[in-house]
């Protein structure tokens, strides 16, 4: 069974960038459509499996980008403008999909596999 791992978090500065990766140790993320989640399971962002749809909190839009790289294995969340209220440990989440999946999913309980959170502050 594959293990989600995320990196990336940090301590920064408001109005600063990070860039969280998520990988799948013992197998592969291209049998999943993928979400970001922070804190108490709130929805972040979310790809499908295809990596062609993507979707947003209104939150973030604008300033936060969700990618993967099929090659790499990994899922990215490029957080840009950080804000104080961006503060969380974030989440990557994994739900098992048909192979070219074009669907994203938004509600933590339809994911499958969840990692371990990685620790992301905002200073003002």
């Given at each position: 069974?594959?293990?989600?791992?995320?990196?990336?978090?940090?301590?920064?500065?408001?109005?600063?960038?990070?860039?969280?990766?998520c990988?799948?140790?013992?197998?592969?993320?291209?049998?999943?459509?993928?979400?970001?989640?922070?804190?108490?399971?709130?929805?972040?962002?979310?790809?499908s499996?295809?990596?062609?749809?993507?979707d947003?909190?209104?939150?973030?839009?604008?300033?936060?980008?969700?990618?993967?790289?099929?090659?790499?294995?990994?899922?990215?969340?490029?957080?840009?403008?950080?804000?104080?209220?961006?503060?969380a440990?974030?989440?990557?989440?994994?739900?098992?999909?048909?192979?070219?999946?074009n669907?994203?999913?938004?509600?933590?309980w339809?994911?499958?596999?969840?990692?371990?959170?990685?620790?992301?502050?905002?200073?003002?």
């Amino acid at each position: 069974q594959e293990r989600f791992v995320e990196t990336g978090g940090g301590l920064v500065q408001a109005g600063d960038s990070l860039r969280l990766s998520c990988t799948a140790f013992g197998g592969t993320l291209n049998n999943y459509a993928m979400g970001w989640f922070r804190q108490d399971r709130d929805f972040v962002a979310a790809i499908s499996q295809n990596g062609i749809y993507t979707d947003y909190v209104a939150s973030v839009k604008g300033r936060f980008i969700v990618s993967r790289d099929s090659a790499k294995n990994m899922v990215y969340l490029q957080m840009n403008n950080l804000k104080p209220e961006d503060t969380a440990v974030y989440y990557c989440a994994a739900k098992a999909t048909p192979a070219y999946g074009n669907s994203y999913y938004r509600r933590q309980w339809e994911y499958d596999y969840w990692g371990q959170g990685t620790q992301v502050t905002v200073s003002s």
